[in-house]
């Protein structure tokens, strides 16, 4: 772990590498889970009034299920979660023709019609964030079935999840922020390196006097 301001991060966040490739995912982040995506109380009046503005974008059977449900489900300790229809998918959910599952809010916000882009969970995933005692706890939640075409575009192409999710890092936590995370987020990547070094000339090492000990062994053996 490493800290940033209030903030406490899983080494592994550093070093990942991981790049969306909603082509071939399909979005599947926003239709796959068991519940739907963490929100905050004051996220909450603005996904009401983005769902006033952009139901028409939606599907049936999400307005149904806000309808029904209401849009925003209250998950227990004051802490709340967006609706999800029955097979899974979040109600925001807008398909594109190629049937990529993508975020109506968000696509309203590059068109300059909404003036929010998405809820600041979405933003940053996959990295979720618990509050405790005023530190927040930052974790990288990898799963295989929503993450593994990410990583392996991010492995192809050398992107780390750090420089990936800038945009939604500094929009959570700010410029000054970014910059620090960035900085250690080198550090211990070159430390993951010089380790890493390391090992591989203590296991050549190793290899070199195992095969000298085993050549002065046949010597001794033939005299």
Not at 28 to 53: H, N, R, T, W
Not at 197 to 211: I, P
Request: with cysteine.
């Amino acid at each position: 772990m490493f800290l940033i301001q209030h903030t406490l991060l899983s080494d592994d966040i550093a070093h990942v590498r991981f790049a969306c490739d909603i082509s071939r995912c399909k979005g599947a982040c926003c239709v796959v889970g068991d519940a739907g995506a963490p929100v905050s109380k004051k996220e909450v009046i603005v996904l009401k009034k983005a769902y006033s503005q952009l139901k028409e974008r939606i599907s049936a059977e999400a307005r149904n299920t806000v309808s029904t449900k209401g849009l925003v489900q209250e998950s227990g300790d004051q802490k709340f979660e967006l609706t999800c229809v029955p097979s899974g998918e979040c109600v925001f959910v807008q398909y594109t023709d190629t049937g990529v599952a993508t975020c109506a809010i968000q696509n309203a916000f590059y068109e300059g019609k909404f003036g929010w882009e998405k809820p600041i969970s979405c933003h940053l995933y996959p990295l979720r964030i618990k509050k405790v005692g005023g530190i927040e706890w930052i974790n990288y939640e990898y799963i295989p079935t929503l993450c593994s075409v990410a990583c392996e575009r991010a492995e192809k192409e050398g992107i780390y999840l750090a420089d990936f999710l800038k945009k939604p890092l500094i929009r959570r936590y700010g410029e000054s922020w970014y910059k620090e995370f960035i900085a250690a987020c080198e550090h211990i990547r070159s430390m993951k390196e010089e380790y890493s070094k390391e090992a591989r000339n203590e296991l050549n090492s190793g290899e070199l006097t195992k095969k000298k000990y085993i050549g002065e062994a046949d010597k001794g053996t033939k005299t």
